[in-house]
Nanobody, 117 residues
């Protein structure tokens, strides 16, 4: 009932920036709640990067605080992740996640971010 489509990943040099987007497509009776970005590097577990509630409250993983900014446009059911001063350790597949009412929990397909040193 909810489809999440991420975009904006790519290859960037260390110190560069990327902006990820995730659009949630739903039926009219489904309400999108909190939206989150996770990432998973090869051989590692998927971990939370940033969270934004439906009212705009944000939270970040310590490793990205001060470099990444999460935001959302509720009129477009879209969440963004602005990533600045990227580091090689930020290399991962980035996933969008949301909890929708009454539909449940949903993941996007992921977008690859590669940071070269």
């Amino acid at each position: 009932q909810v489809q999440l489509v991420e975009s904006g990943g790519g290859l960037v040099q260390a110190g560069g920036s990327l902006r990820l987007s995730c659009v949630a497509s739903t039926r009219s009776n489904v309400k999108i709640g909190a939206m989150e970005w996770f990432r998973q590097a090869p051989g590692k577990q998927r971990s939370l990067v940033a969270f934004i509630s439906s009212s705009g409250t944000t939270n970040y993983a310590g490793s990205v605080k001060g470099r990444f900014t999460i935001s959302r446009d509720n009129t477009k059911n879209t969440v963004y992740l602005q990533m600045n001063n990227l580091k090689p350790e930020d290399t991962a597949v980035y996933y969008c996640y949301t909890v929708a009412t009454p539909a449940g929990h949903y993941w996007g397909q992921g977008t690859q971010v590669t940071v070269s040193s």
